[in-house]
């Protein structure tokens, strides 16, 4: 049985936890098939040296703090990051706090309170990483302070799948347009979002369709329509179908998150948390011209998405 990756809120906690450290930065958000080329080189490396294989990330994302006034959504929160680079079997986190200071400091202030107390010996980094006061921590930067300090550096190239580059934002816009099937293949897992189920207006039960509202999430919504999905409720995953934006055929203009389970008799689940992946879009939101239409539709889709969920296991 492999040890529990150990999680720090600070280096403060991780001195003297380990001898040596491998170790790689950035914000990973998403863990995609590019931060898995570094972690699995962090790893491998670690593996060589007997030293811990080590993330350290930013909390909370550096644009929240940066750019306070946008709106932005992530790819994962903080627990499912967390959880992710764990079956990933990394030894331990450091999530460092990003502040305004943290942003403005010399980035060499970085290397001597994070890197050396906490002896990394190897540091690998992303084609487009930089941090620290007008971004001059880069790459460069930190090979001269690792030919300074004795610790590598190694820089590892930008990755793409089938001419696709992968990266966060480009993930990103592909879950808003609700391509999510794609999304997968450069996240190398499906899309998901969690959230309290918040009590809706009852309709779907009126028509025999009840479903689980999602509370607005902190991740990245995908675009409006309906999906084959699974949502996660009390730590078993349901077959579902999920319509996400407004609901014309009742003048519903408030855009929301809305799963219908298959199978469930879970019971009343409204302030619980649920977790719903994206698999397939099924089709676009339509307004239909009775509700008899829409019970039709929604019986079809439900269809569909069982099919979908039987090709995708």
Request: with cysteine.
């Amino acid at each position: 049985m492999s040890k529990a990756m150990r999680v720090a809120r600070g280096a403060a906690e991780l001195r003297g936890a380990f001898g040596c450290a491998v170790a790689t930065v950035g914000n990973f958000d998403g863990v995609h098939r590019g931060h898995r080329e570094i972690l699995q080189r962090v790893k491998g490396a670690a593996g060589r040296t007997g030293c811990a294989s080590l993330l350290i990330t930013f909390e909370p994302h550096p644009a929240s703090v940066l750019y306070p006034t946008r709106d932005i959504s992530l790819l994962t929160r903080t627990e499912k990051k967390l959880a992710i680079l764990e079956e990933l079997g990394l030894d331990a986190v450091l999530l460092q706090e990003f502040s305004l200071k943290f942003a403005q400091q010399d980035p060499r202030d970085f290397v001597s309170e994070v890197l050396l107390p906490l002896n990394v010996r190897e540091l690998y980094v992303g084609h487009d990483f930089a941090f620290g006061r007008g971004r001059a921590g880069d790459a460069a930067f930190l090979m001269k302070e690792g030919e300074r300090f004795g610790f590598s550096v190694f820089e590892v190239a930008q990755v793409s799948l089938e001419g696709d580059r992968v990266g966060s934002s480009r993930i990103r816009s592909l879950i808003v347009k609700g391509e999510v099937e794609q999304a997968a293949r450069l996240l190398a897992r499906h899309h998901s979002v969690t959230g309290p189920v918040v009590k809706g207006a009852g309709r779907g039960a009126q028509i025999g369709y009840p479903t689980c509202n999602l509370d607005e999430p902190e991740e990245t919504v995908p675009g409006p329509g309906v999906y084959a999905t699974r949502t996660l409720w009390n730590g078993r995953w349901y077959g579902s179908a999920t319509h996400v934006g407004i609901v014309p055929t009742f003048n519903i203009d408030q855009p929301s998150i809305e799963s219908f389970l298959f199978d469930f008799d879970g019971g009343d689940i409204h302030g619980h948390t649920i977790e719903v992946a994206f698999v397939k879009k099924l089709r676009d939101t339509v307004k239909y011209g009775s509700v008899e239409a829409l019970v039709r539709q929604i019986k079809a889709d439900c269809e569909a998405a069982r099919e979908t969920l039987k090709e995708r296991p």
